[in-house]
């Protein structure tokens, strides 16, 4: 009997280090294409008023970044105040930005470049959920320095569980 227990044991044990693997990023800062590194939801609540921040990665060999283009999912209320709209370096300073909303997009056009070797939050504040649905995909792009076309850098889904 005590062999068996400790069989189970090793057996559950085992179990548990292969299926929680960890789930580090692989990007790396030498890439040539901002993108999303992550996104997160406060408070994590199916209803209510919440707050979306994403994560855009601006990797070392990219060109300088003069504008972000989100586009917001349907069954996402967005806030029309665009003080609702930040954002903020890694040291939390404010990032100068100006900011539009036009129905489904948000725009933020940087006073000053973003330049390569850069991590900023985006947060969308004061943001409601129109439906439960199967969750929420926004989509991203930005404009370079010296490109005049968007370039779709991701998206970032949140989930309804």
Not at 82 to 111: S, W
């Amino acid at each position: 009997m005590k062999s068996l227990f400790v069989y189970t044991v090793v057996l559950a044990l085992n179990s548990i280090a292969i299926i929680a693997p960890s789930y580090a990023s692989a990007r790396t800062n030498d890439g040539k294409v901002p993108h999303i590194d992550s996104n997160t939801q406060f408070p994590p609540t199916k209803w209510g008023i919440f707050r979306h921040t994403f994560r855009l990665h601006i990797p070392q060999n990219s060109k300088a970044v003069t504008q972000l283009i989100v586009k917001i999912p349907a069954n996402i209320i967005i806030s029309n105040n665009i003080q609702d709209i930040d954002a903020v370096d890694e040291k939390g300073q404010k990032i100068n930005t100006n900011v539009t909303v036009t129905g489904k997009r948000i725009l933020l056009f940087f006073a000053k470049p973003v330049a390569p070797n850069t991590k900023f939050d985006i947060d969308l504040n004061r943001i409601k959920r129109q439906n439960l649905g199967n969750g929420s995909v926004y989509s991203f792009s930005v404009r370079e320095v010296g490109i005049d076309a968007e370039i779709p850098i991701g998206v970032a889904s949140f989930h309804t569980y």
